[in-house]
Structure formats: C-alpha cells, structure tokens
C-alpha cells in the first residue's frame, strides 16, 4: 500500500506529462477496441442470421466456398436440372434456384440487395418466420416483396416503383414484418428479371430443404458426387469458413490498431524515463536509506503499470460508448448491431494495455535500479 502511495504521488507531482501520457494510452485502446469490436459483431450478427436460414444446404460453384451472396451466377440451367434430379433420388423436400444483385452506394437508405426466387417459392422457405404485413408474401412476375426495414428506411409503400436497371422495373406487391433477421434487408422478386438484368440463364446458388430426419452433411455429399464441379456446404460449413474469415480481418485490424498501440507505449516509455532522470537524486537518498535495488525497479514499473491501466481502462469505456453509438445508427439502418464489446474482447484490451505498460516501463526501471548511490547524491 505505502508503494502505490508512493506511486500515486510520483505521478500527481507531473500531472501534465501524466495525464497526457494517459491520454496517448486511452487512444490507443480505444481505437484497438473499436477496430476489433466490429469483428465481434459481425460474428454474432453472422452466426444469428445463419441460425434462421431455412435450408440446411447451399450449393454454390467449386472454389466459391462461403456465402451465397458473393457467389457469382456460375451454376447453368442443365446443373440445376442434374441436381433436381439427385435431389427427387434423395427424397429432398425442395431445390430453390436463386440470384443476388446489390445495388446502389454506401448510405444504408439508397442500397438495396435484391434476391431472385422462382415463380411459387417465397422467403418463408427460406427464412422461417417472415410473415406479410401488407400485399403479398410471394413475388410475382413484375412484382417484389420487401422485408421491413428496407421499406421504411426507403419510405417504400404498395405499388411504388424499383427500379433495377433502366430496362427492367418492378412494383412493389408485398411488405413483410420486422423480423429482426436478414430477410428484413432483402426485397425479393422473380429469378427472370434478375437474369436479365445480368444478361444470364445462371444462377448464384441452389438452396436445398431437407425433409425432417435427413442428415445434411450426408445429403450434402451425396449431391457433390452426383454432381461434379460444385460444392454443397452445410450451415456448418458455412459458419466455419465465416470464422475463419473473421479471424483473418481480426488480424488485419489489429495489426492497425498497433500502429496506435506503439505510439502509446513510447508515449509511457517516454514519461516514465523522464521520471527517472528527474528524480535521480531521489532514488539516490532511497538507496541510502536502505532501500534495496529491487524496490526502485518495482515502483518504477508499477508507476508505468499504473498509467497503463487507467489509459486502458478509460479507452475501453470510450471504445464501449462509441461502439454503443454505432449499434445506435445500424440497428435503426439496417436492423443488426455491427459492433460489440464483449467480456473476451474487454479482457484482452486490458491484457494489452499492462503489457504495453510492462515493456514500456522496463528499460527505465532497470536504469534507475542501476543508478550508483554516489553518482545520485551528487547531482544537484
């Protein structure tokens, strides 16, 4: 207790260099915290929306692995009629040929993800739950069904135009209810519009119902043999390669973040050896009073720790309040929180910051430990 004392008023008698010090270190953290929170939402995000996807398989083009809305429309007409056919063989409930097409810019208001659902099929297949709130649930030739949020951040209504290209031009015949799930992003209209829009026959991917008591990882097999060239992946499959994605652009934010992270340790490193040349004489006095080479290393790191610690924890509430903002404007965009400071993430912000304290604070602790008693009493 008298040691942290004794830290305390070290760094009160400096508070300028102090707190600007703790500012370099609250920085830093929450900026690593910001950049790494958006991999923790968009994990959770992920895994929710995955979780209520209807059909168990998605087959999508060999090398194409992932998810279905990056897929390219590579699979023809011909695959699709080979894979009805092992499908009838394997007793599947359903095989639903579908096309993705995003348009518009990075305002949530002005984008839109279009889905292509053939003629009968609506999203209740593929997103259990989605009910219609008005008009229609199932798309119809020139019509579209869109999910909620996409009508009301776009002000959309019953018969108002969409317009997909300057050729192709839907209305729109249904509005579905907040779900809380993707479908509430999406609007939904006829595979052939799509495809002329993108001047194909193909398709992006075959989503594949199963009826109960089916296996997918079984199904899923049987249908890669049957038909060469493409890849069947389970939800499973799908939600490890988002994992493993994940953890790649984890990396990739943190090794951004470090940048911030040095800066804030030689801001640390800087303020403590400061300290220590200024209070020579000081540590000269402790020493001959007894005080042992290992007690000035202690104080000195612990003085380093000290500032570490309250850097990081202030950036982490700073990183916890802008993340909090954030989730403020994408739940009302787009119905999902895209940043999320969890108990593991807060953990390991911390972690970092004593670290950075820790290195930064040893170099100049072992030089004061060194310092001789003779050359410390006569400095003025």
Known sequence: MELFLLVLRNLLARPVRSLLTLLGVLVATASMVLFLSF?????????????????????????????????????PPETLKALEEAGKALGVRALVPTLFLARGGFDPATSFFFQGLPQGVGPDLLYPGVKAKEGRLRPTEGGAVVGG?????????????????PQVSLKVVG???????????????????????????NFSAILVALNPGQK???????????????????????MRFAERALRISDLVRFGISLVALVV????VANTVMMSVYERTREFGVMRALGARRGFIFRLVVLEALLLALLGG?????????????INLYTLDQVGLALSAVTPRLSLFALLVALLLGLVAGLLPAYHASRIPVVEALGRV
């Open 149 to 165: 949020k996409v009508a009301k951040r776009s002000q959309l209504s019953l018969g108002s135009p969409l317009r997909l290209s």
């Open 175 to 201: 509005i579905l209810e907040e779900s809380g799930g993707l479908a509430d992003n999406l609007i939904f209209v006829p595979l052939a519009p799509l495809q002329r829009v993108l001047g194909t026959e």
């Open 216 to 238: 997918a990882e079984a199904v899923a097999r049987a249908l890669e043999e049957a038909v060469p060239g493409l890849k069947a992946q389970t939800t499973g499959d799908v």
């Open 39 to 75: 991999g923790e939402g968009l994990r959770r995000a992920l895994f929710q929306e995955l979780s209520r996807v209807g059909p168990a398989i998605q087959v999508v083009p060999e090398g194409a692995e992932g998810f279905v809305f990056g897929a390219l429309p590579e699979i």
């Open 264 to 267: 804030g340790g030689l801001l």
């Open 313 to 325: 924890t202030l950036g982490l509430a700073l990183g916890g309040a802008v993340s909090f903002a």
